[in-house]
């Protein structure tokens, strides 16, 4: 049988520190001798990072399907040429962000029904689906602190009704998906750190009996 890595993925809304705390988990994985792919959506490939280029562009107007299909392309080509051929050698797969984004985001926050985005999620990633979703959770006034004195991109730019229904929409799929788990984002980056891993570690220590 090919080795089977373990695919696990980073969501919640804008700024809830995705990107920082799969830095902490990579650098700590690495540490125990894994082999670990850190990737991000919509990205992980020189394509899907230009389709990235377009969705957070926010001189563009783009209608709720197209904004769908070009996640969906991109996540195309991420599962395909990146996160799948990294499992089948075995390692371990950090993305930021995967199908429960446009559940939270193209469903709950635009409003497509969840069983168009499923299918779409479904087709795009030929049924990959990862061993587990950790929803790193922060409030609004969160968002609006880091956000400060910088630039926004397309998303950044909607209203906070936008991401409250997408917060609420991660609350909703939490109870709904498999292998979702919730994790408090606000506090000290180094206590999130510890609440991720501690999450991650009954997986972690079956990945390495295998
Ligand atoms: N626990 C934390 N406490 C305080 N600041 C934090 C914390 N985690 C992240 N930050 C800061 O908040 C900002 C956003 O964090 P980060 O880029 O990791 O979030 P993200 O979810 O990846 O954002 P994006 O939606 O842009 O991808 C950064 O400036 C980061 O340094
Ligand atoms: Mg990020």
Avoid: C, W
Avoid at 132 to 160: C, N, Q, W, Y
């Amino acid at each position: 049988m090919p080795p089977k890595g373990l695919f696990i993925v980073l969501e919640g809304p804008d700024k809830s520190g995705k990107s920082t705390q799969a830095v902490l988990l990579v650098r700590a994985l690495r540490r125990r001798g894994l082999a670990v792919l850190h990737t991000r959506e919509p990205g992980g490939t020189a394509m899907a990072e230009s389709i990235r280029k377009i969705l957070l562009d926010p001189r563009l107007r783009i209608l709720p399907l197209t904004e769908l299909f070009l996640y969906e392309a991109s996540r195309v080509q991420h599962t395909a040429q990146k996160v799948r051929p990294a499992l089948a050698r075995g390692e371990i797969v950090v993305s930021e962000r995967y199908t429960l984004a446009s559940l939270a985001y193209q469903s709950y926050g635009r409003g497509i029904p969840l069983r168009t985005v499923r299918t779409l999620n479904r087709v795009a990633t030929e049924g990959l689906s990862p061993d587990l979703t950790l929803v790193l959770d922060v409030a609004e006034e969160i968002f609006k602190e880091r956000m400060r004195g910088k630039s926004h991109d397309r998303l950044e730019k909607e209203p906070p009704s936008f991401r409250d229904r997408v917060r609420r929409g991660y609350f909703a799929l939490l109870k709904k998906e498999p292998r979702v788990a919730f994790i408090d984002a606000a506090g000290a980056i180094r206590k999130v750190h510890s609440r991720i891993l501690k999450k991650l570690n009954p997986l972690l220590s079956n990945h390495r009996t295998i």
